[in-house]
């Protein structure tokens, strides 16, 4: 009969077997999250969806020609119609968008 210990060390090694498994078929279909404009961390920083939505008078350094594609915290492909943001986890912005972070990348 196996004592405690043994089962102890036996249930990490079965997850870690079972995750081998799971994991490729849920990168398969998992898809990140789009960031919404409504969110609390997106509404901090006046996040848009579309760059050319962006409140010009609260922002006023802001130009259509600053996107989510062209900063430098992007992490999409080069072409993508979105991506992950160093500042928004898993969630992904616009390539189009635009925030009060945006650095020129
Ligand atoms: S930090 Fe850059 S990539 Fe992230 S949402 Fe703001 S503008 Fe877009």
Known sequence: MPCRRQFLKAVPLAM????A???PLVGETAHAATLGEQ???AQKL?????????DSKKYPKHTNTQTCANCQL???DKGSAAGGCVL???????SGGWCSAWEQG
């Not at 870690?16 to 995750?19: D, P």
């Open 39 to 41: 969110d609390p961390q």
């Open 88 to 94: 928004f986890g898993d969630k992904e912005v616009t």
């Open 16 to 19: 870690a077997g079972g995750f």
């Open 74 to 76: 992007y992490q999409g």
């Open 46 to 54: 006046g996040y848009k969806a579309d760059t050319a939505s962006v």
């Open 21 to 23: 498994v799971i994991a």
